[in-house]
Nanobody, 120 residues
Framework: QVQLVESGGGLVQAGGSLRLSCAAS????????MGWYRQAPGKQRELVAHITSDGNTNYADSAKGRLTISRDNAKNTVYLQMNSLKPEDTALYYC??????????????WGQGTQVTVSS
């Protein structure tokens, strides 16, 4: 099994910054893609940012220029640096990790979610 532990959410004023972390552990042979998603009340979960094993990234239009995804392969950890936060960034943020176990099974695991609240 693969476990994800998220941290770094909280309450911040508009214009502030937060850094989210998501550490993967367990039966992991390799990690391919890592991503951050968010879900605001009454809305569907949406992709915020995504990073591949070789470091290629893509972002939602709403995230470009303000949010930066990065990963530390040695620590099986993905980060989301969030700057110039806006009230509309308020949501529950989830990380997702895709990879392969030592038993050669593909996996796609989700974190438990971390709340980000931006006050105006």
């Amino acid at each position: 099994q693969v476990q994800l532990v998220e941290s770094g959410g909280g309450l911040v004023q508009a214009g502030g910054s937060l850094r989210l972390s998501c550490a993967a552990s367990g039966n992991i042979r390799s990690i391919n893609a890592m991503g951050w998603y968010r879900q605001a009340p009454g809305k569907q979960r949406e992709l915020v940012a995504h990073i591949t094993s070789d470091g290629n990234t893509n972002y939602a239009d709403s995230a470009k220029g303000r949010l930066t995804i990065s990963r530390d392969n040695a620590k099986n950890t993905v980060y989301l640096q969030m700057n110039s936060l806006k009230p509309e960034d308020t949501a529950l943020y989830y990380c997702n990790v895709k990879g392969r176990t030592w038993g050669s099974a593909d996996f796609s695991s989700w974190g438990q979610g971390t709340q980000v609240t931006v006050s105006s």
